[in-house]
């Protein structure tokens, strides 16, 4: 018996996915069911940050994780309350440390990120310092044994589509799954836990249905994390920064096929092929669509 995952989603909650009138490819009439997205304001003690699109389903963990991808946040921060209003779509997160972020506001660069996109802001700061733990490995059993664990999780992109996962994960096993309308949020979400939680992140391997960006690799890196797996591509730049700081990067994971752009020597070869199944051609198709619109 597979053991429950400490966090994952709940396709049945109501507020997540709304059923909508339509017609399909011969006119006939269908409904669908549809993710919600919903504003949230983010506060930094007195200061508005961000207003970022989502599905709302763990705001404070939300809030937490893209302070700290974007420098906010420091990892050795003393949080004093995380408050949020579900009827003003606000959450407010209160440190010890007195902060103020108005210069840093004034300039932002959007990266890839789907739905709102992520401010760059200072999120390659200390990106080349950056030291991953090259005690860390991937064995090719336990990548096949958890995409498979993933891709058999009851989600909301199975609900509905139109959203990405992210899962951390130790060895074979998923650990956490959030998912959101935009793969940042997804990952920010993860940030968040791990900091709430005290996570040890020198162990574990991040997986993403997104690409393998710039954006993603950095997130990555910034916590801890030595290995990024997803079944979506990689973009030039994405791979640079990994091959930089030595993260093991590995993509376009269908089936028993897999490639490794950087950090290779972390993998350990000791699966037999022979006994590995190749993903449904279904299954494939709608998660090719889905990665290949992210």
């Not at 339509?22 to 940050?49: C, F, K």
């Not at 970022?52 to 004093?80: F, H, K, S, W």
């Not at 939680?197 to 162990?203: C, E, I, K, V």
């Amino acid at each position: 018996m597979e053991e429950s995952l400490l966090v994952q989603p709940d396709p049945a909650d109501p507020r997540l996915t709304r059923r909508v009138a339509g017609i399909d490819h011969t006119g006939a009439r269908v409904e669908a069911s549809v993710t919600v997205e919903r504003p949230l304001t983010l506060y930094l003690n007195g200061q508005e940050i961000v207003t970022m699109m989502t599905i709302l389903d763990r705001p404070e963990d939300l809030a937490l994780g893209y302070l700290l991808n974007q420098g906010m946040l420091r990892r050795d921060d003393t949080v004093t309350g995380i408050e949020y209003d579900d009827d003003l779509q606000v959450v407010v997160v209160r440190t010890e440390r007195r902060t103020d972020y108005e210069e840093k506001l004034k300039k932002k660069t959007l990266t890839s990120g789907c739905a709102q996109g992520t401010a760059f802001g200072d999120l390659m700061e200390g990106f080349s310092r950056a030291r991953l733990p090259m005690s860390a490995e991937i064995r090719t059993s336990w990548l096949y044994r958890l995409l498979h664990r993933i891709n058999t999780l009851p989600t909301l992109y199975l609900e509905a589509g139109a959203i990405h996962g992210c899962a951390l994960c130790r060895q074979d096993r998923p650990l956490v799954y959030m998912e959101d309308v935009g793969r940042h949020n997804a990952v920010d979400k993860i940030a968040g836990w791990m900091f709430r939680t005290g996570a040890d992140p020198a162990d574990k391997i991040f997986y993403t249905t997104g690409r393998l960006t710039s954006e993603m690799v950095i997130k990555t890196v910034r916590m801890g994390i030595p290995i990024l797996v997803s079944r979506s591509g990689f973009t030039a730049w994405g791979v640079e920064l990994a091959r930089e700081v030595g993260l093991t990067l590995i993509g376009r994971c269908k089936g028993k096929r897999f490639t490794a752009l950087a950090g290779e020597e972390r993998i350990v070869f000791d699966a037999d092929l022979a006994y590995v199944e190749e993903e449904s051609a279904k299954h494939w198709r709608k998660n090719s669509r889905e990665a290949e619109g992210a």
